[in-house]
């Protein structure tokens, strides 16, 4: 678990305990600088094909290499430690959202289950937009934050999709590494 950031590891008990009280979690800086760095680089080295189907999505998608794939999991082992489950990935997806990225709801849609979403966003800020969401009686809004992993349980027939990002993005973009843990 070298990857996550250790002051986390202080924290297990409170992680727990807002988990089992809300079923979400915003862990900001949650890598080590090290693992940070090695994954940005990696994923900023990619090669990247853009995905593009007018009715459901248009993004860029690439593989995870060693580093992405050593950090996703030490995530779950952390998340198994904090939580008190035990915890496997089962699905992992890597994509970026440029300007004009967006997917919608009846497009395809990760499987149920715990979801982590690891987000390399710098600089991003509001107006760019490109939020996740999750629909829900309450809809859970996460905007992109760099090295900040978003936690929630995704239900059956709750549908998650990206906003649009709007052209204040330019060049920009962020890339958001999805897991699906059992």
């Given at each position: 678990?070298?990857?996550?950031?250790?002051?986390?590891?202080?924290?297990?008990?409170?992680?727990?305990?807002?988990?089992e009280e809300h079923g979400e979690l915003l862990l900001h800086h949650i890598l080590t600088?090290?693992?940070?760095?090695?994954?940005?680089?990696?994923?900023?080295?990619?090669?990247?094909?853009?995905?593009?189907?007018?009715?459901?999505?248009?993004?860029?998608?690439?593989?995870?290499?060693?580093?992405?794939?050593?950090?996703?999991?030490?995530?779950?082992?952390?998340?198994?430690?904090?939580?008190?489950?035990?915890?496997?990935?089962?699905?992992?997806?890597?994509?970026?959202?440029?300007?004009?990225?967006?997917?919608?709801?009846?497009?395809?849609?990760?499987?149920?289950?715990?979801?982590?979403?690891?987000?390399?966003?710098?600089?991003?800020d509001a107006a760019m937009r490109g939020e996740h969401v999750l629909m829900r009686d309450?809809?859970?809004?996460?905007?992109?934050?760099?090295?900040?992993?978003?936690?929630?349980?995704?239900?059956?027939?709750?549908?998650?999709?990206?906003?649009?990002?709007?052209?204040?993005?330019?060049?920009?973009?962020?890339?958001?590494?999805?897991?699906?843990?059992?």
């Open positions: 678990m070298h990857s996550i950031n250790p002051e986390y590891g202080k924290r297990l008990a409170e992680l727990k305990k807002a988990w600088d090290d693992t940070w760095s090695a994954v940005v680089q990696e994923l900023n080295d990619s090669t990247y094909e853009e995905s593009y189907a007018p009715a459901h999505h248009r993004y860029e998608t690439t593989a995870a290499g060693s580093a992405t794939l050593e950090a996703a999991e030490d995530l779950a082992v952390f998340l198994s430690k904090s939580l008190g489950n035990t915890l496997h990935i089962t699905d992992l997806t890597v994509r970026r959202y440029g300007q004009g990225s967006y997917t919608l709801q009846h497009g395809e849609q990760p499987a149920d289950g715990m979801t982590a979403i690891l987000f390399i966003a710098d600089p991003w309450e809809p859970l809004i996460i905007r992109p934050e760099d090295n900040t992993l978003a936690l929630f349980e995704k239900q059956e027939g709750e549908l998650l999709f990206v906003k649009r990002v709007s052209h204040h993005a330019k060049d920009l973009a962020h890339i958001a590494i999805t897991i699906t843990l059992r």
